[in-house]
């Protein structure tokens, strides 16, 4: 663990330092300003009132007349009892007798008036003076008092004692205060550690739990069982990530529900903030513009899908704010049209952002067209026949019934338009029954080529007349598992048309085989084929290569998709082969189970 010099642990600790550093020094300082007065005090005190008693010992007549050795054995044996020096000097500042001098020195000693304490001395007061000594290297404390002989100041008296005591005393004193200094920090340092980390680890654990509930762990739990304050804040804690962890799940759980709605939507929805940059997309956009969510999300809008219209539109509804709907033809990737719906997106009553919904209209659209279009046609289909029923029931009416020659004639044409609009409703019903959803098959087994047989035969006279021959090279034993009535509508229209579509003499050959898991059963014509251009269209309702043509031999356009619907319920596909002037070959599968 790397240590943290700023850690509160540590502030703490130097805090507790610092206080007891300050508090016991300040408190050694006055102690010992306080010591060192009382003590000099003390001495100053003492010393004075002994200067009393050896003042009062002074022999005033020997001072007056200067009789040197008397006071000088008289000091001498007094210093040795009061442990001080003494010197006796006389009113005009000459040392006369000095405890430390011998009679000789003291005659050469400097004349003491000049001394502060002699001055004061000689001035009738108590005169205190501390001093450093030169010849002892020490400082002295001097007390000088007045010597009086009916009262009047005769003479000084002045007792000396070094402080090299006091400043030992007070020398001892100061290393045990700092002694105790050192042992307090010490002891301030172990024990602000102990209480410190004791106080700490609480907070450390708030700590590492805070930053647990940062990274969206909030199952982690502070156990914290004190009841002091940071007890309390744990269980605040422990109650807001548990809070939070609720909120979060909640807001998960409408993520997900959101998400799946988003997903399975046919509509394309893409969310771009207020700098039109692509925030998100839904699956259906990939697919609507062929690429990946990688390389839309997190762009900008025009540079992933480059067009203009549709970011014109969002660029509207983030400058006015207001919801835009348009339908747009798309030409790329693919031609698509789609109905645009883009609603501003608000924060805090402010843009920021365009909600866009992209509905693909292309399929709707094309059967509406497919729609009017089949009833376009079916109008037409019907219209022919009709006009011309009526117009030849009104040359009846107008007197042609009574034309013996011709009104046979018209009545034929009448029938023969009757039973094209008969053929022409049958189809259409038939085309609707199979579209229908609720068709059901009503399967059986049966023998193919037995049924193609039985078609052929039905073609005899068609065939015949168009000098056609017709073979049926379907295997003898083939089975098949289909709705026998729907297979022989697919036999009866694709044989009709090879024949109908034929050239005088021509063929047509009827056969199948297995195909993998498939049958595939073809009925090839040496007919007319069909232009290039037009085989992809060959399946749709009403499409006719020749319509006069096909209108004339009965036919309704019809047939093909009757023939593909008929397959594909089956399971199967349908497919052609066909070279303008050579023949076709109409195919299709079916799975064999
Ligand atoms: P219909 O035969 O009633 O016109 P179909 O749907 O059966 O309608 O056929 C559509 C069109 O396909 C025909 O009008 C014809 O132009 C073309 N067609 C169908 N079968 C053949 C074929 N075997 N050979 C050439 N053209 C064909």
Same mark, same amino acid.
């Given at each position: 663990?790397n240590?943290?010099?700023?850690?509160?642990k540590?502030?703490?600790? &130097?805090?507790?330092?610092?206080?007891?550093?300050?508090?016991?020094?300040?408190?050694?300082?006055?102690?010992?300003?306080?010591?060192?007065?009382?003590?000099?005090?003390?001495?100053?005190?003492?010393?004075?009132? $002994?200067a009393?008693?050896?003042?009062a010992?002074?022999p005033?007549?020997?001072?007056?007349?200067?009789?040197?050795?008397?006071?000088?054995?008289?000091?001498?044996?007094?210093?040795?009892?009061?442990?001080?020096?003494?010197?006796? @000097?006389n009113?005009?500042?000459?040392?006369?007798?000095d405890?430390e001098?011998?009679?000789?020195?003291?005659?050469?000693?400097?004349?003491?008036?000049?001394?502060?304490?002699?001055?004061?001395?000689?001035?009738?007061?108590? #005169?205190?003076?501390?001093r450093?000594?030169k010849t002892?290297?020490?400082?002295?404390?001097?007390?000088?008092?007045?010597?009086?002989?009916?009262?009047?100041?005769? #003479?000084?008296?002045?007792?000396?004692?070094?402080?090299?005591?006091?400043?030992?005393?007070?020398?001892v004193?100061?290393?045990?205060?700092?002694?105790?200094?050192?042992?307090?920090?010490?002891?301030?340092f172990?024990?602000?550690?102990?209480?410190t980390?004791?106080?700490?680890?609480?907070?450390?654990?708030?700590?590492?739990?805070?930053?647990?509930?940062?990274k969206g762990?909030f199952?982690?739990k502070?156990? @914290?069982?004190?009841?002091?304050?940071?007890?309390?804040l744990?269980?605040?804690?422990?109650?807001?990530?548990?809070?939070?962890?609720?909120?979060i799940?909640?807001?998960?759980?409408?993520?997900?529900?959101?998400m799946?709605?988003?997903?399975?939507?046919?509509?394309?929805?893409v969310?771009?903030?207020?700098?039109? *940059?692509?925030?998100?997309?839904?699956?259906?956009?990939?697919?609507?513009?062929?690429?990946?969510?990688?390389?839309?999300?997190?762009?900008?809008?025009?540079?992933?899908?480059?067009?203009?219209?549709?970011?014109?539109?969002i660029?509207?509804v983030?400058?006015? #704010?207001?919801?835009?709907?348009r339908?747009?033809?798309?030409?790329?990737?693919?031609?698509?049209?789609?109905?645009i719906?883009?609603?501003?997106?608000?924060?805090? #009553?402010?843009?920021?952002?365009?909600?866009?919904?992209?509905?693909?209209?292309?399929?709707?659209?094309?059967?509406?067209?497919?729609?009017?279009?089949?009833?376009?046609?079916?109008?037409?289909?019907?219209?022919t026949p009709l006009?011309?029923i009526?117009?030849?029931?009104?040359?009846l009416?107008?007197?042609?019934?009574?034309?013996?020659?011709?009104?046979?004639?018209f009545l034929?044409?009448?029938q023969?338009?009757?039973? *094209?609009?008969? $053929?022409?409703?049958e189809?259409?019903?038939?085309?609707?029954?199979?579209?229908?959803k609720?068709?059901?098959?009503?399967k059986?087994?049966f023998?193919l080529?037995?049924?193609?047989?039985n078609?052929?035969?039905?073609?005899?006279?068609l065939?015949?007349k168009?000098?056609?021959?017709?073979?049926?090279?379907?295997?003898?034993?083939?089975?098949? *598992?289909?709705?026998?009535?729907?297979?022989? $509508?697919?036999?009866?229209?694709? @044989?009709d048309?090879?024949?109908?579509?034929?050239?005088?003499?021509?063929?047509v050959?009827?056969?199948?085989?297995?195909?993998?898991?498939d049958?595939?059963?073809?009925?090839?014509?040496?007919?007319?084929?069909?232009?290039?251009?037009?085989?992809?269209?060959? &399946?749709e309702?009403?499409?006719?290569?020749?319509?006069?043509?096909?209108?004339?031999?009965?036919?309704?356009?019809?047939?093909?998709?009757?023939?593909?619907?008929?397959?594909?319920?089956?399971?199967?596909?349908?497919?052609?082969?066909s070279?303008?002037?050579l023949?076709?070959?109409?195919?299709?599968?079916?799975?064999?189970?």
């Amino acid at each position: 663990m790397n240590i943290k010099i700023h850690s509160f642990k540590y502030k703490l600790a &130097f805090s507790y330092l610092f206080i007891i550093l300050v508090s016991f020094g300040l408190i050694a300082f006055f102690l010992d300003r306080k010591l060192e007065n009382n003590s000099l005090q003390d001495i100053k005190t003492s010393l004075i009132n $002994q200067a009393y008693l050896v003042e009062a010992q002074i022999p005033k007549e020997a001072l007056l007349q200067g009789n040197t050795p008397l006071m000088d054995s008289l000091v001498k044996s007094l210093s040795q009892k009061i442990k001080c020096r003494i010197t006796v @000097i006389n009113k005009a500042g000459k040392v006369l007798a000095d405890s430390e001098e011998t009679i000789n020195e003291v005659l050469k000693m400097e004349n003491h008036s000049d001394r502060p304490e002699i001055k004061k001395a000689l001035s009738d007061y108590t #005169g205190e003076e501390i001093r450093y000594s030169k010849t002892l290297r020490i400082d002295m404390l001097y007390i000088a008092l007045p010597i009086k002989s009916d009262r009047e100041i005769i #003479g000084v008296l002045r007792l000396a004692l070094p402080l090299s005591d006091l400043k030992e005393m007070l020398f001892v004193i100061r290393r045990v205060v700092l002694y105790s200094l050192f042992f307090a920090l010490g002891l301030a340092f172990i024990l602000g550690a102990i209480l410190t980390r004791e106080i700490a680890k609480p907070i450390n654990r708030m700590i590492y739990a805070s930053n647990k509930f940062s990274k969206g762990d909030f199952s982690h739990k502070i156990h @914290i069982t004190s009841k002091d304050e940071l007890g309390e804040l744990a269980s605040v804690l422990n109650k807001m990530a548990e809070n939070l962890e609720d909120k979060i799940g909640e807001i998960e759980v409408k993520n997900q529900h959101l998400m799946a709605i988003l997903e399975s939507m046919v509509e394309g929805i893409v969310v771009v903030d207020k700098a039109s *940059r692509i925030i998100s997309v839904n699956p259906t956009v990939e697919k609507i513009f062929n690429t990946s969510k990688n390389n839309l999300e997190g762009r900008v809008f025009l540079e992933a899908i480059r067009n203009n219209d549709l970011f014109g539109i969002i660029n509207g509804v983030l400058k006015k #704010g207001e919801f835009a709907s348009r339908e747009l033809n798309l030409m790329w990737p693919v031609q698509k049209i789609f109905q645009i719906n883009a609603s501003p997106v608000f924060e805090k #009553g402010i843009i920021s952002g365009c909600l866009l919904v992209i509905h693909d209209m292309t399929e709707i659209r094309k059967l509406e067209t497919m729609r009017r279009d089949f009833v376009a046609n079916v109008s037409h289909e019907l219209k022919t026949p009709l006009t011309s029923i009526k117009g030849f029931i009104e040359t009846l009416i107008e007197g042609a019934i009574d034309d013996k020659e011709n009104n046979r004639h018209f009545l034929n044409i009448i029938q023969e338009h009757a039973q *094209r609009l008969n $053929q022409l409703v049958e189809d259409l019903l038939s085309l609707s029954h199979l579209e229908s959803k609720d068709i059901a098959l009503e399967k059986s087994i049966f023998n193919l080529h037995q049924l193609a047989d039985n078609i052929i035969s039905s073609f005899k006279v068609l065939s015949e007349k168009k000098n056609v021959e017709i073979k049926n090279e379907i295997p003898q034993e083939f089975l098949i *598992r289909a709705d026998k009535d729907r297979m022989e $509508q697919v036999f009866t229209n694709l @044989i009709d048309n090879a024949i109908k579509f034929n050239k005088e003499k021509g063929g047509v050959k009827v056969y199948g085989r297995e195909e993998g898991k498939d049958m595939k059963i073809a009925i090839e014509d040496s007919g007319i084929g069909i232009p290039e251009k037009d085989i992809p269209r060959i &399946f749709e309702r009403f499409y006719r290569v020749d319509k006069a043509r096909s209108r004339e031999l009965g036919g309704t356009g019809l047939g093909l998709s009757i023939v593909k619907h008929i397959v594909e319920l089956h399971g199967g596909n349908v497919g052609v082969e066909s070279v303008e002037g050579l023949g076709s070959k109409f195919w299709f599968t079916l799975p064999m189970q």
